[in-house]
Protein backbone atom coordinates (compact mmCIF):
# COMPACT_ATOMS: atom_id res chain seq x y z
CA UNK A 1 0.00 0.00 0.00
CA UNK A 2 1.55 3.52 -0.91
CA UNK A 3 0.99 6.16 1.26
CA UNK A 4 -2.40 7.64 -0.59
CA UNK A 5 -4.02 4.17 0.18
CA UNK A 6 -3.00 4.51 3.33
CA UNK A 7 -4.29 8.22 4.23
CA UNK A 8 -7.53 6.82 2.05
CA UNK A 9 -8.04 3.96 4.18
CA UNK A 10 -7.33 5.77 7.59
CA UNK A 11 -9.93 8.71 6.89
CA UNK A 12 -12.18 6.37 5.93
CA UNK A 13 -12.06 4.34 9.19
CA UNK A 14 -12.19 7.65 11.42
CA UNK A 15 -15.29 8.66 9.63
CA UNK A 16 -17.08 4.87 9.78
CA UNK A 17 -17.50 6.09 13.52
CA UNK A 18 -18.13 10.23 13.42
CA UNK A 19 -19.25 10.27 17.44
CA UNK A 20 -16.46 8.35 18.62
CA UNK A 21 -14.03 9.87 16.91
CA UNK A 22 -15.92 13.33 17.77
CA UNK A 23 -15.29 12.69 21.29
CA UNK A 24 -11.75 11.20 21.18
CA UNK A 25 -10.36 14.49 19.50
CA UNK A 26 -12.73 16.44 21.85
CA UNK A 27 -10.70 14.97 24.29
CA UNK A 28 -7.49 15.47 22.93
CA UNK A 29 -8.44 19.12 22.53
CA UNK A 30 -9.42 19.68 25.99
CA UNK A 31 -5.77 18.59 26.99
CA UNK A 32 -4.00 21.37 24.18
CA UNK A 33 -5.96 23.90 25.51
CA UNK A 34 -5.34 23.14 29.26
CA UNK A 35 -1.72 22.46 28.42
CA UNK A 36 -1.48 25.59 26.18
CA UNK A 37 -3.43 27.61 29.09
CA UNK A 38 -1.84 26.96 31.82
CA UNK A 39 2.05 27.40 29.99
CA UNK A 40 0.70 30.86 28.91
CA UNK A 41 -0.36 31.49 32.18
CA UNK A 42 3.07 31.21 33.11
CA UNK A 43 4.52 32.96 30.31
CA UNK A 44 2.29 36.13 31.03
CA UNK A 45 3.28 35.95 34.94
CA UNK A 46 7.26 36.41 33.71
CA UNK A 47 6.53 38.91 30.79
CA UNK A 48 5.04 41.00 33.67
CA UNK A 49 7.86 40.44 36.36
CA UNK A 50 10.72 41.67 33.60
CA UNK A 51 8.38 44.81 32.51
CA UNK A 52 8.40 45.60 36.29
CA UNK A 53 12.08 44.74 36.93
CA UNK A 54 12.47 47.01 33.54
CA UNK A 55 10.75 50.16 34.78
CA UNK A 56 13.33 49.45 37.80
CA UNK A 57 16.15 50.21 35.19
CA UNK A 58 18.22 48.72 32.84
CA UNK A 59 18.70 45.17 33.51
CA UNK A 60 21.97 44.70 31.63
CA UNK A 61 24.00 47.16 33.52
CA UNK A 62 26.90 46.38 36.50
CA UNK A 63 27.94 48.33 38.88
CA UNK A 64 31.48 48.09 39.72
CA UNK A 65 33.21 48.99 43.14
CA UNK A 66 36.66 48.81 45.02
CA UNK A 67 36.78 46.55 47.96
CA UNK A 68 37.02 48.74 51.08
CA UNK A 69 35.57 51.45 49.29
CA UNK A 70 38.97 52.09 47.61
CA UNK A 71 41.18 52.03 50.35
CA UNK A 72 42.52 48.56 49.41
CA UNK A 73 45.69 47.38 47.30
CA UNK A 74 42.56 46.99 44.54
CA UNK A 75 41.90 50.08 43.00
CA UNK A 76 39.73 51.23 40.11
CA UNK A 77 41.96 52.63 37.00
CA UNK A 78 41.96 52.78 33.30
CA UNK A 79 43.78 49.24 33.27
CA UNK A 80 41.03 47.74 35.09
CA UNK A 81 38.47 49.42 32.38
CA UNK A 82 40.45 48.03 29.50
CA UNK A 83 40.43 44.52 31.25
CA UNK A 84 36.64 44.79 31.54
CA UNK A 85 36.02 46.20 27.82
CA UNK A 86 37.57 43.11 26.32
CA UNK A 87 35.80 40.60 28.58
CA UNK A 88 33.14 38.66 26.01
CA UNK A 89 29.71 39.71 26.18
CA UNK A 90 30.48 43.53 27.39
CA UNK A 91 29.24 46.41 25.33
CA UNK A 92 30.30 49.58 26.95
CA UNK A 93 31.90 50.56 29.92
CA UNK A 94 32.87 53.95 31.72
CA UNK A 95 34.32 54.76 34.84
CA UNK A 96 32.26 57.19 37.08
CA UNK A 97 33.27 59.94 39.75
CA UNK A 98 30.99 62.63 41.49
CA UNK A 99 31.45 65.69 43.37
CA UNK A 100 30.52 64.24 47.32
CA UNK A 101 32.27 65.94 49.88
CA UNK A 102 32.19 69.54 48.38
CA UNK A 103 29.33 71.70 48.90
CA UNK A 104 27.85 72.64 45.87
CA UNK A 105 24.61 74.59 44.61
CA UNK A 106 23.22 75.26 40.80
CA UNK A 107 21.80 78.42 40.05
CA UNK A 108 20.50 78.91 36.78
CA UNK A 109 18.35 81.99 34.87
CA UNK A 110 18.78 85.24 34.50
CA UNK A 111 19.64 86.72 37.85
CA UNK A 112 20.39 83.87 39.42
CA UNK A 113 16.57 83.25 39.74
CA UNK A 114 16.49 79.25 39.99
CA UNK A 115 18.60 77.88 42.68
CA UNK A 116 19.04 74.09 44.00
CA UNK A 117 20.67 73.59 47.12
CA UNK A 118 22.33 70.55 46.00
CA UNK A 119 22.25 68.36 43.39
CA UNK A 120 24.06 64.72 41.94
CA UNK A 121 26.75 65.70 40.08
CA UNK A 122 28.46 62.84 38.60
CA UNK A 123 31.04 62.38 36.12
CA UNK A 124 31.95 59.50 33.18
CA UNK A 125 32.81 59.20 29.45
CA UNK A 126 30.06 60.66 27.88
CA UNK A 127 31.55 59.35 24.64
CA UNK A 128 30.16 55.98 25.81
CA UNK A 129 26.37 57.20 27.11
CA UNK A 130 24.82 56.39 23.53
CA UNK A 131 26.49 52.51 23.67
CA UNK A 132 25.76 52.33 27.78
CA UNK A 133 21.81 52.56 26.96
CA UNK A 134 21.08 56.46 28.13
CA UNK A 135 18.26 57.55 26.57
CA UNK A 136 17.47 61.02 25.58
CA UNK A 137 14.10 62.68 26.10
CA UNK A 138 15.46 65.49 24.11
CA UNK A 139 18.55 67.10 22.60
CA UNK A 140 21.88 65.49 22.51
CA UNK A 141 24.61 64.14 24.35
CA UNK A 142 27.69 66.13 25.58
CA UNK A 143 30.38 66.17 23.06
CA UNK A 144 32.13 69.30 24.21
CA UNK A 145 33.91 70.96 26.94
CA UNK A 146 31.47 72.28 29.68
CA UNK A 147 28.56 70.76 28.47
CA UNK A 148 26.84 68.47 30.37
CA UNK A 149 23.55 66.21 30.15
CA UNK A 150 20.30 66.80 32.80
CA UNK A 151 18.06 64.36 34.27
CA UNK A 152 14.71 63.90 33.64
CA UNK A 153 13.53 65.89 36.22
CA UNK A 154 16.71 68.22 36.75
CA UNK A 155 14.66 71.43 36.74
CA UNK A 156 12.13 70.10 40.02
CA UNK A 157 15.30 70.10 41.91
CA UNK A 158 15.38 74.24 42.00
CA UNK A 159 13.69 76.30 43.61
CA UNK A 160 12.10 80.27 42.56
CA UNK A 161 13.94 82.61 44.79
CA UNK A 162 11.15 85.80 43.64
CA UNK A 163 8.47 83.67 44.91
CA UNK A 164 7.58 83.30 48.77
CA UNK A 165 9.35 80.45 50.83
CA UNK A 166 6.49 77.26 50.80
CA UNK A 167 5.18 77.97 47.83
CA UNK A 168 8.52 78.24 45.84
CA UNK A 169 8.76 74.89 44.68
CA UNK A 170 6.88 72.21 42.19
CA UNK A 171 6.29 69.05 43.46
CA UNK A 172 6.63 66.55 40.38
CA UNK A 173 4.39 63.85 42.64
CA UNK A 174 2.01 66.20 42.51
CA UNK A 175 -0.05 65.00 39.25
CA UNK A 176 -0.81 61.75 41.24
CA UNK A 177 -1.53 58.16 39.99
CA UNK A 178 -4.23 57.04 37.79
CA UNK A 179 -6.44 54.08 38.40
CA UNK A 180 -3.70 51.70 36.90
CA UNK A 181 -0.75 52.70 39.64
CA UNK A 182 0.85 54.52 36.83
CA UNK A 183 2.60 57.69 37.78
CA UNK A 184 1.00 60.95 35.90
CA UNK A 185 3.15 62.95 34.02
CA UNK A 186 4.61 66.13 36.41
CA UNK A 187 3.25 69.22 36.21
CA UNK A 188 5.25 71.77 33.90
CA UNK A 189 8.58 73.26 35.70
CA UNK A 190 9.19 77.21 36.17
CA UNK A 191 11.98 76.82 33.87
CA UNK A 192 13.49 74.76 30.09
CA UNK A 193 16.97 73.58 31.48
CA UNK A 194 18.22 73.28 28.16
CA UNK A 195 16.98 76.65 27.62
CA UNK A 196 18.40 78.97 30.79
CA UNK A 197 22.07 79.38 31.69
CA UNK A 198 23.33 77.02 34.17
CA UNK A 199 26.16 77.93 36.93
CA UNK A 200 27.81 75.24 39.61
CA UNK A 201 29.05 76.78 42.73
CA UNK A 202 31.32 75.25 45.22
CA UNK A 203 31.78 76.70 48.16
CA UNK A 204 35.23 76.18 50.16
CA UNK A 205 36.19 75.17 53.62
CA UNK A 206 37.65 79.27 53.77
CA UNK A 207 34.29 80.79 52.50
CA UNK A 208 35.97 81.01 48.82
CA UNK A 209 32.85 80.50 46.22
CA UNK A 210 34.08 79.09 42.86
CA UNK A 211 32.03 79.39 39.73
CA UNK A 212 31.77 77.20 36.63
CA UNK A 213 29.26 77.68 33.87
CA UNK A 214 27.46 74.59 32.18
CA UNK A 215 26.12 74.47 29.37
CA UNK A 216 22.86 71.47 29.08
CA UNK A 217 23.45 69.60 25.90
CA UNK A 218 20.22 67.40 26.33
CA UNK A 219 18.17 65.58 29.08
CA UNK A 220 18.84 61.87 29.54
CA UNK A 221 15.31 59.26 30.63
CA UNK A 222 15.40 58.43 34.74
CA UNK A 223 17.15 55.18 34.59
CA UNK A 224 17.71 54.44 38.66
CA UNK A 225 20.20 51.44 37.70
CA UNK A 226 22.49 53.30 36.44
CA UNK A 227 22.53 56.09 39.11
CA UNK A 228 19.82 58.76 40.60
CA UNK A 229 21.84 61.74 38.85
CA UNK A 230 19.73 60.44 35.39
CA UNK A 231 16.73 61.45 37.44
CA UNK A 232 17.32 65.49 39.13
CA UNK A 233 21.37 65.61 38.81
CA UNK A 234 23.52 65.90 35.88
CA UNK A 235 26.07 64.45 33.92
CA UNK A 236 29.27 65.70 32.57
CA UNK A 237 32.49 63.85 31.00
CA UNK A 238 35.52 63.06 33.79
CA UNK A 239 37.92 65.12 32.51
CA UNK A 240 35.52 68.51 33.49
CA UNK A 241 34.77 66.96 36.69
CA UNK A 242 38.39 66.35 37.63
CA UNK A 243 39.03 69.87 36.45
CA UNK A 244 36.46 70.99 38.97
CA UNK A 245 37.82 69.20 41.27
CA UNK A 246 41.80 70.54 40.66
CA UNK A 247 40.56 73.87 41.29
CA UNK A 248 38.50 73.04 44.06
CA UNK A 249 41.82 71.73 46.02
CA UNK A 250 43.98 74.57 44.90
CA UNK A 251 45.76 72.77 42.46
CA UNK A 252 47.63 70.03 44.56
CA UNK A 253 47.51 66.67 44.74
CA UNK A 254 46.75 63.91 42.89
CA UNK A 255 43.47 63.12 40.91
CA UNK A 256 41.48 60.36 43.05
CA UNK A 257 40.71 56.70 41.59
CA UNK A 258 37.33 56.43 40.20
CA UNK A 259 34.83 55.87 42.93
CA UNK A 260 32.78 53.03 40.38
CA UNK A 261 32.45 51.57 37.03
CA UNK A 262 29.46 51.26 34.76
CA UNK A 263 29.41 48.33 32.51
CA UNK A 264 26.68 47.38 30.21
CA UNK A 265 26.59 43.89 28.76
CA UNK A 266 24.68 42.82 25.57
CA UNK A 267 22.01 40.76 26.88
CA UNK A 268 20.49 39.96 30.27
CA UNK A 269 22.00 36.25 29.80
CA UNK A 270 25.30 37.66 30.05
CA UNK A 271 25.23 39.78 32.97
CA UNK A 272 26.41 36.87 35.42
CA UNK A 273 28.93 35.63 33.92
CA UNK A 274 30.24 38.82 33.34
CA UNK A 275 29.48 39.96 36.87
CA UNK A 276 31.41 36.30 37.74
CA UNK A 277 34.80 37.37 35.66
CA UNK A 278 34.79 40.89 37.40
CA UNK A 279 34.19 39.69 40.87
CA UNK A 280 37.33 36.77 40.05
CA UNK A 281 39.52 39.87 39.51
CA UNK A 282 38.74 40.60 43.31
CA UNK A 283 36.12 43.65 42.82
CA UNK A 284 32.58 43.90 44.31
CA UNK A 285 29.48 44.16 41.65
CA UNK A 286 26.12 44.87 41.94
CA UNK A 287 23.10 44.60 39.18
CA UNK A 288 19.57 43.55 38.94
CA UNK A 289 20.57 39.98 38.81
CA UNK A 290 20.04 39.26 42.29
CA UNK A 291 16.77 40.31 42.19
CA UNK A 292 15.86 39.01 38.83
CA UNK A 293 16.90 35.70 38.91
CA UNK A 294 14.96 34.51 41.83
CA UNK A 295 11.58 36.17 40.20
CA UNK A 296 12.34 34.04 37.09
CA UNK A 297 13.04 31.10 39.01
CA UNK A 298 9.61 31.53 40.72
CA UNK A 299 8.46 32.25 37.32
CA UNK A 300 9.25 29.45 35.77
CA UNK A 301 8.68 26.78 38.77
CA UNK A 302 4.64 28.21 38.46
CA UNK A 303 5.13 27.57 34.65
CA UNK A 304 6.35 24.22 35.00
CA UNK A 305 3.50 23.28 37.74
CA UNK A 306 0.68 24.79 35.58
CA UNK A 307 2.41 22.85 32.21
CA UNK A 308 2.06 19.85 34.10
CA UNK A 309 -1.36 20.40 35.42
CA UNK A 310 -2.16 20.69 31.62
CA UNK A 311 -0.17 17.69 30.61
CA UNK A 312 -2.54 15.84 32.67
CA UNK A 313 -5.65 16.80 30.72
CA UNK A 314 -3.89 15.28 27.79
CA UNK A 315 -2.37 12.02 28.84
CA UNK A 316 -6.04 11.13 30.04
CA UNK A 317 -7.01 12.00 26.11
CA UNK A 318 -4.36 9.51 25.38
CA UNK A 319 -6.00 7.01 27.19
CA UNK A 320 -9.52 7.66 24.67
CA UNK A 321 -7.25 7.77 22.12
CA UNK A 322 -5.87 3.97 23.17
CA UNK A 323 -9.54 2.81 24.02
CA UNK A 324 -10.55 4.11 20.45
CA UNK A 325 -7.89 2.24 19.15
CA UNK A 326 -8.79 -1.11 20.68
CA UNK A 327 -11.95 -1.05 19.81
CA UNK A 328 -11.80 -0.12 16.23
CA UNK A 329 -9.14 -2.82 16.18
CA UNK A 330 -12.11 -5.88 18.26
CA UNK A 331 -14.08 -4.36 15.38
CA UNK A 332 -11.95 -4.75 12.46
CA UNK A 333 -10.08 -8.13 12.97
CA UNK A 334 -11.94 -9.98 10.21
CA UNK A 335 -10.51 -6.84 7.56
CA UNK A 336 -7.13 -7.61 9.24
CA UNK A 337 -7.82 -10.97 8.60
CA UNK A 338 -8.07 -10.31 5.01
CA UNK A 339 -5.76 -7.89 4.34
CA UNK A 340 -3.01 -10.06 5.61
CA UNK A 341 -4.46 -12.95 3.50
CA UNK A 342 -4.24 -10.43 0.09
CA UNK A 343 -0.54 -9.90 1.32
CA UNK A 344 -1.01 -6.77 2.49
CA UNK A 345 2.42 -6.18 4.87
CA UNK A 346 2.31 -6.13 8.59
CA UNK A 347 4.31 -2.69 8.22
CA UNK A 348 1.46 -1.24 6.47
CA UNK A 349 -1.15 -2.53 9.38
CA UNK A 350 1.02 -1.04 11.74
CA UNK A 351 1.01 2.36 9.96
CA UNK A 352 -2.49 2.33 9.49
CA UNK A 353 -3.47 1.98 12.84
CA UNK A 354 -0.72 4.79 13.70
CA UNK A 355 -1.89 6.82 11.28
CA UNK A 356 -5.18 6.95 12.43
CA UNK A 357 -3.98 7.39 15.90
CA UNK A 358 -1.81 10.42 14.73
CA UNK A 359 -4.43 12.18 12.64
CA UNK A 360 -6.73 11.98 16.20
CA UNK A 361 -3.93 13.79 17.96
CA UNK A 362 -2.83 16.21 14.89
CA UNK A 363 -6.50 17.45 14.56
CA UNK A 364 -7.29 17.80 18.49
CA UNK A 365 -3.99 19.61 18.67
CA UNK A 366 -4.80 22.05 16.04
CA UNK A 367 -8.47 22.79 17.20
CA UNK A 368 -7.09 23.43 20.48
CA UNK A 369 -4.54 25.99 19.24
CA UNK A 370 -7.18 27.84 18.00
CA UNK A 371 -9.42 27.65 20.90
CA UNK A 372 -6.50 28.43 23.10
CA UNK A 373 -5.96 31.52 20.85
CA UNK A 374 -9.41 32.85 21.34
CA UNK A 375 -9.53 31.87 24.49
CA UNK A 376 -6.15 33.88 25.55
CA UNK A 377 -7.38 37.09 23.75
CA UNK A 378 -10.58 36.93 25.58
CA UNK A 379 -8.78 36.32 29.28
CA UNK A 380 -6.05 39.30 28.25
CA UNK A 381 -9.51 41.63 27.21
CA UNK A 382 -11.03 40.51 30.83
CA UNK A 383 -7.43 41.78 31.88
CA UNK A 384 -7.51 45.12 30.82
CA UNK A 385 -11.37 46.00 31.60
CA UNK A 386 -13.27 46.77 28.70
CA UNK A 387 -13.86 44.75 24.93
CA UNK A 388 -12.72 47.64 22.76
CA UNK A 389 -11.80 47.11 19.37
CA UNK A 390 -8.43 49.24 20.40
CA UNK A 391 -7.50 46.70 23.01
CA UNK A 392 -7.60 43.32 20.87
CA UNK A 393 -3.93 44.14 18.73
CA UNK A 394 -2.35 45.03 22.78
CA UNK A 395 -4.11 41.49 24.25
CA UNK A 396 -2.58 40.14 21.03
CA UNK A 397 0.55 41.01 20.64
CA UNK A 398 1.42 43.21 24.06
CA UNK A 399 2.61 46.78 24.25
CA UNK A 400 4.65 48.47 26.63
CA UNK A 401 1.60 49.55 28.38
CA UNK A 402 -0.47 46.75 28.95
CA UNK A 403 0.46 43.74 30.83
CA UNK A 404 -1.11 40.29 28.91
CA UNK A 405 -2.04 37.57 31.51
CA UNK A 406 -1.79 34.59 28.85
CA UNK A 407 0.94 35.21 26.51
CA UNK A 408 1.12 32.36 23.92
CA UNK A 409 4.11 32.83 22.07
CA UNK A 410 4.65 30.65 18.43
CA UNK A 411 6.83 28.02 19.53
CA UNK A 412 4.09 26.84 22.46
CA UNK A 413 1.37 26.47 19.46
CA UNK A 414 4.30 24.36 17.22
CA UNK A 415 4.74 22.46 21.09
CA UNK A 416 1.18 21.74 21.42
CA UNK A 417 0.37 20.30 18.15
CA UNK A 418 3.91 18.37 18.06
CA UNK A 419 3.16 16.94 21.71
CA UNK A 420 -0.55 16.03 20.77
CA UNK A 421 0.47 13.95 17.60
CA UNK A 422 3.37 12.32 19.66
CA UNK A 423 0.41 11.30 22.27
CA UNK A 424 -2.10 10.07 19.96
CA UNK A 425 1.18 8.32 18.05
CA UNK A 426 2.13 6.55 21.81
CA UNK A 427 -1.58 5.84 22.37
CA UNK A 428 -1.45 4.16 19.17
CA UNK A 429 1.58 1.95 19.71
CA UNK A 430 0.01 -0.85 21.33
CA UNK A 431 -3.47 -1.45 19.73
CA UNK A 432 -1.18 -1.53 16.19
CA UNK A 433 0.96 -4.04 17.99
CA UNK A 434 -2.15 -6.03 18.78
CA UNK A 435 -3.23 -5.51 15.81
CA UNK A 436 -0.48 -6.66 13.55
CA UNK A 437 0.12 -10.18 16.25
CA UNK A 438 -3.86 -11.57 15.24
CA UNK A 439 -3.14 -14.82 12.74
CA UNK A 440 -4.95 -13.94 9.94
CA UNK A 441 -6.49 -17.45 9.65
CA UNK A 442 -8.40 -16.40 13.23
CA UNK A 443 -8.89 -13.00 11.99
CA UNK A 444 -10.79 -14.11 9.30
CA UNK A 445 -12.75 -16.36 11.28
CA UNK A 446 -13.71 -13.60 13.47
CA UNK A 447 -17.44 -12.21 12.88
Not at 26 to 52: A, N, T, Y
Not at 106 to 117: C, E, F, I, N, W
Request: proline share 4%.
Amino acid sequence: MNHQDLLRVCIQNLLRRKSRTFLTVLGVLIGCCSIVIMVSLGIGMKESQEKLLAQLGDLTIITVTAPQKGKGKKKLDDNLVSQIRAMDGVEAVTPKLSLDGYTCRLVAGSGKRYVADWATIAGLDTAQMERLGYKLENGSYPARSGEVAVGQYFAYGFRDTLRPEGSNTIDRWAGGFDEEGQLLPPPDAYFDPLAQPLTLEIELDNGTVLSFPLKPSGTVREDTAKGYETSEGLLMSIADLRAIQQKARGGTGQPPPYESLVVKVTDISRVEQAESAIKTLGYTTESMESIRKPMEKEARQKQMMLGGLGAISLFVAALGITNTMIMSISERTKEIGVMKSLGCYVYDIRVMFLTEAGVIGLLGGLVGCVISFFISVTVNLVALGEFSVFNILPAIVGSETVNRVSVIPPWLYLFAVAFSVLIGLGSGYYPANKAVQIPALEAIKSE
